[in-house]
């Protein structure tokens, strides 16, 4: 087997090597991402970075990113996957990946859109002005969030607010939690604790909403590439009217601010909700970013056999 181990700040820097530049494949290539969530492993094989993510226990392997030649470090994943009684699956693949893995491996893989898992890329200009007719309803809904909260500020999340946050995000999980206890918060809330931990380490960037000592939004964010930042978590007070959309907007002013060279922001996925995946559209990405997965047939063939059986 791989001998896969999980990752260590440590070692950043070389990670960095394989990982800089990887924008263009989407956010599951940020190390921070790598880091805080799930059992996330990797691996140098053959002059390239190969990924183990485990969740929820689904085992999956991230297209591996690097300049060695190809084909023996997938022959290592197929044989790893064998070895661990999981399917091979290959994920967060461009459509330039598919077609070298079918040219590699004719016929022997099966290839899917992951729609649920498409990036939503924009223009940082436009979530920091919302210019135009496409964003008079943000605009109208930032309006009325105003003229109810005079006095709220957008500050950036550091030692003299931590706890606040903390408190205010342990009350948005633990309502969430109640409401759907099936659900996947969990894994999240342990994510954004260990964000917390490891801020500076990380380079995470935060911000809040505050009005009269009370948070009313947070989130959180950190660099994928040169002109490409990367937003972690986003939360917000579901009482408080227009608390999302003044959030977003700060931020990108914010960042804007701070680093004129960023063009885009990473608003990652949409998980397959459509209540969020609506939200998302609405602000008009400048990219939707493709993925896809791939699957080796023979696994299917072991699975559908062992169910007859």
């Not at 999956?60 to 300049?67: E, I, R």
């Not at 064998?82 to 040219?103: H, N, Q, S, W, Y």
């Not at 999980?173 to 801020?199: C, G, V, Y």
Request: charged share 30%.
């Amino acid at each position: 087997m791989i001998d896969f181990q999980r990752l260590d700040l440590s070692n950043r820097a070389q990670y960095a090597h394989y990982l800089d530049g990887c924008g263009k494949r989407g956010c599951e290539y940020s190390f921070v991402n790598l880091f805080l969530w799930g059992r996330q492993k990797a691996a140098f094989v053959g002059g390239r970075l190969a990924l183990l993510s485990q969740f929820d226990r689904r085992s999956v392997y991230p297209f591996p990113v690097g300049s060695g030649e190809l084909k023996p470090v997938l022959d290592a994943i197929i044989q790893d996957a064998k070895a661990r009684g999981i399917p091979c699956c290959l994920t967060t693949m461009t459509r330039e990946d598919c077609d070298e893995v079918e040219r590699l491996y004719p016929g022997a893989f099966q290839f899917h859109s992951d729609r649920d898992s498409f990036d939503y890329i924009y223009d940082i200009n436009d979530l920091a002005d919302l210019k135009g007719r496409k964003f008079q309803k943000k605009r109208n809904h930032l309006h009325r969030f105003e003229e109810a909260h005079p006095n709220c500020q957008a500050l950036p999340l550091d030692a003299s607010n931590r706890t606040e946050t903390l408190h205010f995000l342990q009350n948005w999980f633990t309502a969430r939690k109640i409401e759907n206890p099936h659900s996947d918060f969990h894994l999240e809330e342990l994510a954004l604790r260990r964000a917390f931990a490891f801020q500076e380490q990380l380079g995470l960037e935060g911000l809040v909403l505050m009005d009269e000592g009370q948070i009313l939004a947070f989130t959180m964010g950190s660099r994928l590439d040169t002109n490409l930042f990367d937003v972690h978590f986003e939360k917000a007070r579901e009482d408080v009217d227009g608390a999302y959309a003044a959030i977003n907007q700060a931020f990108a002013r914010y960042l804007r601010d701070k680093y004129p060279q960023v063009r885009y922001l990473n608003r990652e996925d949409d998980l397959g909700l459509e209540g969020l995946r609506q939200a998302k559209l609405s602000y008009c990405p400048a990219i939707l970013l493709e993925k896809f997965w791939a699957r080796l047939w023979e696994d299917e063939d072991e699975n559908t056999l062992s169910q007859s059986e």
